[in-house]
DNA sequence: TCGATCCTGTAG
DNA sequence: CTACAGGATCGA
């Protein structure tokens, strides 16, 4: 579930349901979560401190605890992180969770297991938060920052836009929308991109995450446990050979970096 | 810079 | 059964 807007709505609602709690406890169910550090010392390191502010760079969850350490969680594919009302009920794909005072868990759930936990000083996290690009959604993010990197850059524009060192937090989804939106084959190397299609591409990048940020989090936010909460309308991904929304040419599918991308053909040259 | 690899679940 | 998946790292 998570590139920058989910991640973002993850930490929002952690903010309301976490934010100031008690941990009397830690559980890291599996080693692989938190390697290379030991599941054992980062439970004993990280229990008996509190939740005091959350936040996200890129696609990383940063959770400063008492006492000066942090907490860096990444999501990868199929992660998720939330506050159950008894930890005891947490779901069999719980990879890692920490028990608050009332018996709520705030629970690491992975079902496919790539997702990561670990502890640092504060020094550490920013020193490593130092190896990602500008986030989009700041006021870092200009044209001519972006102009700048791609520049240097030969990189196929979908590559480019998923390298967490250029732009923090776009992933195969937002990257393939960004990329229709400015109509930019998702092939072209970056460097040949003109100024008027670069700034297109700036903001559509702001646009299309400005818009699935606002999507994440209401439908976060409106719990309701029958109605499955709509979808950011996607206008390319996951929809090979449907036509396009503008032109009606049926969309196609590449192999990209050993993933799959979806374009137009007609509005993306 | 690229491909293999880490994992499990689900769809075809 | 195979293909594929909203990600990132590591070794060649």
């Given amino acids: 579930m998570p590139e920058l807007p989910e991640v973002e709505a993850v930490c929002r609602k952690l903010r309301r349901d976490a934010l100031g709690a008690w941990i009397s406890a830690v559980r890291v169910l599996r080693s692989a979560t ?79 297991a790539l997702g990561r936990l670990h502890l640092h000083t504060a020094a550490e996290a920013a020193r490593l938060m130092e190896d990602l690009g500008p986030e989009p959604l700041s006021r870092e993010f200009t044209l001519d920052v972006l102009a700048a990197a791609a520049r240097r850059s030969r990189k196929p524009a979908k590559l480019f836009l998923m390298d967490q060192q250029h732009v923090a937090g776009l992933g195969n989804i937002y990257a393939a929308e960004a990329l229709f939106r400015a109509h930019i084959h998702p092939a072209r190397p970056m460097n040949r991109i003109g100024p008027p299609r670069l700034a297109l591409l700036h903001a559509a990048i702001v646009e299309v995450l400005r818009e699935a940020v606002h999507w994440a989090v209401t439908s976060y936010r409106r719990p309701g446990e029958f109605s499955e909460a709509e979808d950011f309308p996607l206008a390319v991904y996951g929809r090979e050979g449907e036509p396009c929304v503008t032109c009606g040419r049926r969309l196609r599918r590449i192999p990209q970096g050993g993933r799959s991308t979806y374009y137009c053909p007609g509005c993306q040259r």
């Fill in 34 to 112: 938190t390697r290379p550090q030991k599941p054992r010392r980062v439970e004993s390191l990280a229990a008996g401190r509190t939740i005091e502010t959350v936040e996200r760079r890129g696609k990383n969850i940063l959770m400063s605890l008492s006492g000066g350490l942090w907490v860096r969680i990444h999501l990868r594919m199929t992660g998720n992180l939330y506050v159950i009302p008894d930890v005891r009920l947490r779901p069999a794909s719980t990879r890692a969770y920490f028990e608050l005072e009332g018996g709520r868990g705030l629970v690491f759930d992975d079902p496919r």
